[in-house]
């Protein structure tokens, strides 16, 4: 729904032809790419720093997307920790969701960073008009 959002400025679940279509829009990349031995749910601390700087940036380039979609906190800390934000964060009026910009080899990117939708109300009818409507003052 959040992919709906962005792509064709709808907030509505009701045309599902249209709403399959955006997966061929869409590229779903992984920040970690592997996982630590023992816990493969919890990435080691340095991971989150490395994986992106070795290998998102890379394909991020490749892709050359005009927009990101980032779920939660930890990719959109390592942009902003590396200094690739080129403007002052817009957020919702509960800041699940962030709007910004990031410089990826000169190259301008919006990004959207938002709650992960299995966390809790990162699903809901009221996050998806927040989204809706900071895009529409935003961008």
């Known amino acids: 729904m959040y992919s709906k959002i962005i792509l064709n400025n709808s907030i509505s679940t009701d045309d599902y032809l249209k709403l399959s279509d955006i997966y061929d829009r869409l590229v779903f990349l ?8 023992g816990n493969k749910s919890k990435p080691e601390k340095n991971m ?5 700087n070795e290998f998102l940036i890379s394909e991020i380039n490749i892709l050359n997307p005009k927009m990101i979609l980032l779920f939660g906190n ?5 942009f902003k920790i590396k200094k690739n934000l080129v403007n002052n964060i817009n957020y919702s ?13 000169n190259k ?4 959207v960073k938002i709650i992960h939708p299995t966390a809790f109300g990162g ?4 996050l998806y008009k927040e989204l809706y409507n900071l895009l529409n003052v935003n961008l």
């Open 74 to 78: 930890s990719v959109s800390n390592y």
């Open 123 to 126: 699903n809901n009818n009221t």
């Open 48 to 52: 989150n720093y490395c994986c992106p």
């Open 30 to 37: 992984e920040a970690i790419k592997c996982s630590p031995k």
């Open 108 to 111: 301008i990117i919006d990004v």
């Open 93 to 105: 009026k509960n800041k699940k969701i962030e709007l910004f910009k990031i410089s990826v080899n």
